[in-house]
């Protein structure tokens, strides 16, 4: 059954050097008939939404806060007038710091918008440069401010290690001011350079210097460490969270749960279906404009493929997967399917399994990407 919906904005005041999602320049772009474009997508989902329980809705992009007052609060009106949100415990949007007013906020919080996700990326401003980010700390500071005055229940931010020319004192200074302003919840990721980014372009020119492999795993360790001397609980390979506040839309895709993806290049599962829509926005448009899904490809996920999602996808969280779960959902065991991936992966300390979960050890955080690799057949 469909738990979550997933809508994209693809708009950016400002392109990142790092970022490889779909996503264009906001200057002189059809906003205002994307959004109208989004309703009409939203309308066409209509029987499927009925039949879901959507427990989640997530803004992401490119950046929801890139649209004026005025748009942002058309989408909202959008969202509230077709999509059923009487289970909706979890209603998040993207944003960058320095885009969100105390107005915006206001109409967030009036919408059911009730947790904010931060692109902080590193409170170094020599780094965010680098990066290519716009904001700085003070703009930070401010929306903590705001999130106060509006009641804001919850505030992620995402930080970025292994970035160009950060050092490990950088990375600790990073950690600690995230520490110091009590952000229920942080999600830190190591850089990958992504093609078609600039820092693609950079790296094959020879001008990009990044930290090297040994580097970037003390920087991992660091965090782990440092996030539960802090309070934190990690509830995923990226992802630190107070008590009650871990991220429910994320735990919709780790535990394999089905969701619709609206808007132009968004990703969906919907009926053992995985889809992904058009990407350039006249194409996207266009076929709306018709009455048409703008579904630019979809494929039936196969009994095995399910098998195998299930495992690399709840694999990366601290819970693992549930053996139970897997039994009841794919009518056979876990170690029906993957008895001798598992045998061999806890031999080498990579996997342990304990009270009806098998999860990645702390070692196999470390080398999760090649834990999963056992999986795919």
């Not at 970022?19 to 008939?33: L, S, W």
């Not at 005025?70 to 077709?82: A, D, K, M, S």
């Not at 195998?308 to 053996?323: D, H, I, P, T, Y």
């Not at 045998?343 to 090649?370: A, H, M, P, Q, S």
Request: charged share 25%; glycine share 6%; with cysteine.
């Amino acid at each position: 059954m469909v738990r979550g919906v997933y809508i994209h904005i693809p708009f950016c005041h400002q392109i990142c050097n790092y970022c490889d999602f779909n996503k264009f320049y906001f200057h002189n772009q059809p906003v205002d008939e994307y959004i109208e474009s989004l309703g009409k997508e939203m309308a066409l989902w209509q029987d499927d939404l009925a039949k879901a329980k959507i427990e989640t809705i997530f803004l992401g992009g490119g950046t929801p806060t890139a649209l004026s007052l005025e748009q942002l609060e058309r989408l909202l009106t959008l969202i509230h007038q077709y999509i059923p949100l009487e289970h909706v415990k979890e209603f998040s949007s993207e944003a960058n710091p320095d885009e969100l007013t105390l107005e915006k906020m206001q109409l967030m919080r009036k919408f059911g918008v009730n947790r904010l996700s931060m692109g902080v990326q590193t409170f170094n401003q020599d780094l965010l440069k680098i990066l290519g980010r716009t904001h700085s700390n003070n703009h930070v500071y401010d929306v903590i401010q705001y999130a106060k005055q509006t009641e804001f229940p919850s505030i992620s931010i995402d930080l970025m290690y292994g970035l160009p020319n950060q050092t490990m004192e950088q990375w600790k200074e990073s950690l600690q001011e995230a520490f110091r302003l009590k952000i229920p919840h942080i999600s830190a990721y190591s850089l990958l350079v992504e093609p078609k980014t600039i820092f693609y372009n950079l790296l094959s020119k020879g001008k990009l210097s990044l930290p090297g492999e040994d580097l970037e795993a003390e920087m991992y360790g660091y965090l782990m460490d440092e996030m539960k001397k802090n309070g934190y609980k990690q509830y995923e390979i990226s992802n630190f969270s107070y008590e009650g506040k871990a991220s429910e839309h994320n735990l919709l895709y780790w535990n394999n749960d089905e969701y619709i993806g609206l808007g132009a290049g968004a990703h969906g599962y919907v009926n053992s279906i995985r889809y992904s829509n058009h990407g350039p926005l006249k194409k996207y448009m266009q076929q709306l404009e018709i009455g048409e899904k703008p579904v630019m490809m979809q494929k039936e996920v196969t009994y095995e493929e399910k098998m195998e999602e299930e495992m690399f996808l709840g694999l990366r969280k601290n819970q693992g997967v549930s053996l139970s779960n897997f039994d009841k959902r794919y009518g056979k065991s876990l170690y029906e399917a993957y008895g001798n991936e598992i045998e061999e992966l806890l031999k080498k300390e990579l996997l342990e399994i304990k009270n009806d979960y098998v999860f990645l050890t702390n070692r196999g955080r470390f080398v999760g990407n090649e834990v999963f690799q056992y999986f795919l057949k």
